[in-house]
């Protein structure tokens, strides 16, 4: 990458701002997502590359450690997914990496579960990274209500943070989930919704957020989340 220069060829301080933000920006390692082989990390792959923020598949201690944020995807039962971490040996440098060297972390659907300490659907305990344990919804026989709930639902409560930087800006967004946290301390709630009554959406403690639902789904705001969650890394 060349510096840029002015017409009498000297670096000029605007050039130079944009020349090291790009710099940051597609860095080795700028966003780095985990892939234990649970879900599909193409479609989040995609996004940040519209977004012009460089992401990477991580695979190994070593690529972990290399990160400097990380997202943890997930789709289907939750004991396969904390299994897949501890088989691909990437469970404790997971927890080195989140707790110790306090790299960002994003939970994506069921890996926003996994970070939770137990969940209903399975035995294994969760990464414990937020205190609280994964129901199932459930409703009364005369409910119209589905499970899973599938479908688009806009945030309500929402708290500021790195996610959502404006917290009265509309925010919707794509959710496919029998399974939701609740959270043991509600100050570690970022953001619900409702489905026959309100459940915890997105969560945030430290340098540790998860989301229900899946941002790289949701069009304008999931990208506009992904962003912000990018800015964590800078």
């Known amino acids: 990458q060349t510096r840029p220069q002015n017409a009498q060829g000297k670096t000029s301080l605007l050039g130079m701002t944009h020349f090291i933000i790009s710099g940051m920006l597609w860095g080795t390692g700028m966003i780095s997502v985990i892939d234990y082989g649970i879900g599909n990390i193409g479609s989040i792959l995609s996004m940040y590359s519209k977004l012009g923020i460089k992401a990477i598949s991580a695979r190994t201690p070593t690529d972990l450690m290399a990160a400097r944020a990380l997202i943890l995807p997930g789709v289907g039962h939750f004991d396969a997914g904390m299994a897949a971490l501890r088989q691909n040996g990437l469970l404790e440098p ?7 060297k306090k790299t960002p972390l994003l939970g994506i659907c069921l890996g926003m579960q996994m ?3 137990s969940s209903e659907e399975g035995e294994t305990p969760g990464l414990g990274f937020i205190s609280g344990r994964n129901v199932k919804f459930r409703f009364p026989q005369e409910s119209t209500r589905k499970v899973p709930n599938m479908g ?9 943070n790195a996610l959502f ?6 925010q919707r967004f794509y959710f496919v989930h029998s399974y939701h946290m609740c959270c043991a301390s509600a100050d570690h709630v970022a953001a619900q919704a409702d ?3 309100l459940f915890t959406a997105a969560v945030n403690l430290d340098n540790i957020w998860g989301t229900q639902f899946h941002p790289e789904k949701s069009h304008k705001y999931g990208m506009a989340l ?5 800015s964590t890394a800078l």
């Open 226 to 230: 992904l962003k912000g969650f990018a």
């Open 115 to 117: 970070l939770a300490d």
């Open 165 to 170: 930087p404006d917290p009265q800006a509309e």
């Open 195 to 197: 489905y026959g009554g």
């Open 152 to 160: 688009w639902l806009e945030l309500t409560n929402v708290r500021m």
């Open 94 to 100: 997971l927890r080195d990496v989140v707790l110790q």
